[in-house]
């Protein structure tokens, strides 16, 4: 059992906080046992795996299975843990895993698909990650001055749905807009200057959503590439909403009018 501190294994997972250290050593970091367990079912490549002898006794399949998938297992007390972590109640389970080269994902009936420039927050990343998987996004394309989107904290709000939605990072994100724009895809941007409400947009046509900085927004060249643009109605008394706010009332709504489409056509057309 690993109980110091200054072990350097403690030393060399706490590089992987950062930016350099993942680069560096090719890894990130997994924190907990939720995001451990969603790993080890997309067979994730684990490099090293720390856990406490309480976690350990409380999980003890998912040990066994993730024992088999790392190439290192180290038990370690709850403060070597802790100080390996980057939250301040970790539950007792990390691992390492080795950061691989992400292709871009072929589509072959697109539908639906997010471009995010700039966004800089890792828990809005995470968010916008999860609620994408939820309403069936094929697709998340970053600019390259975004998040990383290994950031711990992004795993840790992706609950778990990191692994499950493709994501690109482009230094050319109008590449992107202008490849679906060609192949008939409408192209929305949120601004507040737009006439036209989001519930006004036709969201059962195959779109792409583009969403900005937190602070500044979407670049104007972003922007203007955009065939469609839509406001969402707030008080005067609101400077802006969240952007992963802003990302989920666009996909839900697009499944509200998706799921209410389906169930008109079954009126007029049963089986």
Known sequence: MITSLRNPLVKQIRKLHRTKGRREQNLFLLEGTHSLETACQVDCSLDCLCYTYEWQIRYPQLWELASQK??????V?????????????????????????????QIINFQLGL???????????????RTALATEVQGIWLS?????????????????????VPLIVKS????IIKNYQAKGVQVIATLPTAT????????????LILLGNEGAGLSEYLANLANQTVSIPQEKKVESLNVAIVCALLLYERQRQIRSDKNYKLMICPD
């Open 77 to 105: 007390s709850p403060e070597v843990l802790q100080a390996m972590a980057t939250t301040v109640n970790p539950d007792g389970v990390i691992a390492t895993a080795i950061r691989l080269a992400i292709n871009e994902p």
């Open 70 to 75: 790392a190439q290192r297992i180290e038990l």
């Open 144 to 164: 390259s001055e975004s998040v990383e989107i290994d950031n711990p904290k992004v795993l840790r709000s992706s609950a778990g749905a990191w692994f499950h």
């Open 196 to 207: 036209k409400t989001y519930w006004e947009l036709d969201f059962t046509k195959p779109s």
């Open 115 to 129: 471009v995010l420039e700039r966004l800089q927050d890792p828990g809005n990343l995470g968010t916008i990650i």
């Open 172 to 175: 050319n994100l109008s590449s």
